[in-house]
């Protein structure tokens, strides 16, 4: 296996103008929403990488954020209530179409529209890359997620091992406009209680599960 340098594992740094950088990045998935949508039903393995987030969900309400083409909301418990959250306007309206069982709404993971400890679990998938700030982010998720809940993360991550296509696949993700963070080091310095899980695409994909206390 080749394996890159350490000192080839950077990071990105976060945008200076974060609204910018947010319509910016919804430009790019209101132009690619149906092709979005048509990649991830007919890629297996993109399926497989998502799905492993259901044997982790608890509780009784859900929220999945930023849920794209809304493949996990027919995956999970018909006994949960399931709710969507998203930004963008299309992705919306999709969505209602597909799910009118789902509660969507439109709205900002910074200040999304729901109370305090609202949520048993909190989904998002392959979306954290594309928020310009990563701890606002994350502290409105776990605001939202109920004492005891658990918050499912899945994202791209350098491989731990560096191997060279892992490597490669998130400096391909980077260079799309996506922002790659040291997910160990952001929730470490927040304090935040996780177990993480290589998913696929050469160690690149992981799954980050955080559970709130209960104090």
Do not use: C
């Amino acid at each position: 296996m080749f394996r890159v340098k350490k000192e080839k594992i950077v990071y990105s740094k976060e945008p200076d103008n974060p609204l910018a950088y947010t319509d910016k990045m919804n430009i790019i998935y209101t132009r690619f929403a149906v092709m979005y949508e048509m990649f991830i039903f007919v890629f297996p393995l993109w399926k497989k990488w998502i799905s492993s987030v259901l044997e982790h969900v608890q509780g009784e309400k859900l929220l999945d954020i930023s849920f794209g083409p809304g493949y996990l909301f027919k995956k999970y418990p018909e006994s949960m209530s399931v709710n969507g959250l998203d930004y963008n306007k299309k992705v919306i309206a999709r969505g209602k179409d597909k799910y009118p069982n789902v509660d969507i709404m439109e709205g900002n993971v910074y200040a999304m529209p729901y109370d305090d400890e609202s949520f048993d679990t909190v989904v998002n998938t392959m979306s954290f890359s594309g928020y310009p700030d990563g701890k606002a982010a994350v502290s409105e998720m776990m605001r939202v997620l109920r004492k005891d809940g658990v918050l499912l993360l899945m994202d791209y991550a350098y491989p731990e091992h560096r191997n060279l296509t892992g490597y490669l696949l998130v400096k391909t993700i980077e260079k799309s406009g996506n922002i790659i963070r040291d997910l160990d080091e952001l929730f470490s310095n927040m304090s935040l209680n996780y177990e993480k899980q290589v998913i696929g695409g050469f160690s690149s994909i992981v799954l980050y599960i955080i559970k709130k206390e209960k104090v």
